[in-house]
């Protein structure tokens, strides 16, 4: 079946006319392989099933009304129950309605001024979302991960002839299903996508490139939202890329037999695998989106600072990137309730638990066995092996390839240009890393770090109590206000009643002083990517050092203070 716009069914019909959206969400929810990305797809079979609901469809209705009629649910449950299956996707949950806002907003993209560019794999076209950029959502870096691949490391995609669209999330990464309201996109093993956001008016520049790794710890959360796709930053002049990788036991697994079958003797790690994918997908392709791959800089904050950490330590990374922002996210190395790594030994025993929760310890062949498990259902039983045991299972480990030693023994093994700091009001043990990281990096490494404490809170959310909790910096350093809304919901802000239908009357605000710490937070952060310091013109930002201990104060006044080890009460 040929893609086509339901506009042009409907001539005379705007995209917001509810018949238009409802024929979206229909088209785009039957797609075979639920990946808009390669064109709506329907085949014969789902067309039959739809002629025998065709005449019942009542397309001019609300989308609301829509989504539970009759005719649409009985479709679904004909096609979700139709052997053999006529949905291809990986996911193994039923194929539910998209909805009418995602659909909208899929045609909006699709429907906006494009930029094909070429890369190694194939063309890709992306999309304009406002003056100021452009945007490419769900390009491919890696084969999905699923069968075979399911604990293995990452492997380079196929190529693809035909122009791919780039217009549409690609799924979040495998984690507990509830979580996928916090994304944009559906969820599944296949994930091994990234998006990249290019700013308009710098045709023939080479421009730095930020790669960003997502927050949750090494097991939740997605890198499929627009507070990291926003295109405020990529203004400041720096090409952002924001990549999902596996999650969890799907990233982290390690097993005896998996370790076996390895040519490293290692096993685990396969999410940091996948972020080395995604940065040598940078090295062979940013050029041709206008970066600079000689230029990367690799930022995270929480469990994405921990992603950066444990890649600033990998030899397998080294020249892949060129700078490192580490935001909320240095336990001190000697915080055993926290550690940066596991040892191989205690993943693999994380595996054997795994297995054993899903009764396949005895199995003649438990790789296989665990391989053929549909990925909801080994989530689940990752969250149960995960919380039998005092060990934090299914994070980096210190296998002998990918990770060599601890980081207290030599230091990191990549020496780049740092930023690492914290809000000023985060969880103690991230404040009491930060203080540990500063002198062992002076000591150990010859490169310069910038430290910040970030302490500004919208005012009416500061009259109520709120600190500058856990993650409140990201709303300045991507410039995007909605990032409250999710701080909101996942209670970083300790505000009560903490629910979506509460946000609006906890509204944070966002005035004129809000709008200068974003605008200096990004102009700091741009111009580290460019020139490995943060000083602009504007603000001098001096680099830590043992008899000063100088860090930026990130507030309305952008001064630089000195006394970082006692500026902590």
Not at 512 to 537: C, H
């Amino acid at each position: 079946m040929a893609q086509r716009s339901p506009i042009a069914e409907l001539p005379t019909s705007e995209i917001t006319d509810s018949r238009v959206t409802n024929m979206l969400v229909l088209l785009q929810s039957l797609d075979e392989d639920r990946a808009l990305n390669n064109g709506i797809q329907i085949s014969a079979a789902i067309a039959d099933a739809v002629s025998l609901w065709a005449d019942s469809i009542l397309f001019d209705q609300d989308p609301a009304s829509f989504a539970s009629s009759t005719p649409i649910q009985s479709l679904l449950a004909d096609l979700n129950a139709a052997e053999p299956p006529v949905f291809t996707e990986s996911d193994p949950r039923p194929r539910t309605l998209r909805g009418a806002e995602d659909a909208q907003a899929h045609l909006q993209r699709t429907l906006s001024e494009r930029r094909i560019v070429d890369t190694k794999y194939g063309k890709v076209a992306g999309f304009s979302p406002d003056d100021k950029a452009w945007a490419w959502y769900g390009i491919p870096y890696a084969k999905p991960p699923i069968g075979d691949l399911r604990w293995k490391p990452p492997v380079a995609p196929d190529a693809w002839e035909a122009v791919r669209e780039a217009t549409d999330w690609a799924d979040q990464s495998a984690q507990a299903p509830y979580l996928e309201v916090y994304g944009e996109g559906s969820m599944s093993e296949d994930s091994l996508y990234l998006n990249v956001v290019v700013p308009k008016g710098y045709d023939g520049e080479k421009l730095p490139v930020m790669v960003w790794l997502h927050g949750g710890g090494y097991a939740i959360l997605t890198a499929n939202s627009l507070s990291y796709n926003h295109t405020a930053l990529p203004s400041e002049g720096v090409i952002v890329v924001t990549v999902n990788h596996r999650l969890g036991a799907f990233g982290y697994m390690a097993h005896p037999m998996l370790t076996a079958e390895s040519e490293h003797r290692s096993s685990g790690n396969y999410s940091q695998l996948d972020q080395i994918a995604a940065l040598e997908w940078v090295r062979d392709n940013i050029e041709a989106f206008g970066g600079d791959p000689a230029n990367v800089t690799i930022f995270g904050q929480s469990g994405g600072g921990l992603k950066v950490i444990s890649l600033l330590n990998s030899p397998l990374a080294e020249g892949l990137f060129h700078r490192a922002i580490i935001m909320s996210a240095a336990p001190p190395p000697d915080d055993i309730s926290r550690p940066i790594y596991n040892t191989l030994e205690q993943e693999e025993a994380g595996g054997l638990a795994l297995a054993e929760e899903l009764g396949m310890q005895d199995e003649e062949d438990v790789l296989a066995a665990m391989r053929a498990v549909p990925w909801v259902d080994l989530a689940n039983a990752a969250s149960v092996a995960a919380g039998s045991f005092g060990v934090d299972y299914f994070k980096p480990n210190v296998d002998g390839w990918y990770v060599k030693s601890d980081i207290r023994e030599n230091g990191f093994h990549n020496d780049v240009p740092l930023i690492i700091g914290t809000p000023r009001d985060d969880a103690a043990w991230v404040v009491e890393g930060l203080k540990w990281y500063l002198p062992f990096l002076k000591d150990k490494h010859e490169s310069d770090v910038f430290a910040y404490v970030y302490d500004h809170v919208p005012e009416n959310w500061a009259n109520r109590g709120v600190g500058a909790y856990h993650g409140i910096d990201l709303t300045s350093v991507f410039g995007y206000p909605n990032t409250y809304y999710s701080h909101y919901v996942l209670g970083l802000t300790g505000l009560p009643d903490a629910t979506a239908d509460n946000y609006a009357d906890n509204l944070p605000g966002w005035g004129p002083v809000d709008e200068s710490i974003a605008a200096d937070s990004m102009s700091l952060w741009a111009q580290f990517a460019k020139a490995g310091n943060p000083s602009t013109p504007e603000i001098t930002w001096p680099a830590y050092t043992d008899q000063a201990e100088e860090f930026m104060l990130m507030n309305y006044d952008m001064q630089a203070q000195e006394g970082l080890q006692s500026f902590f009460p």
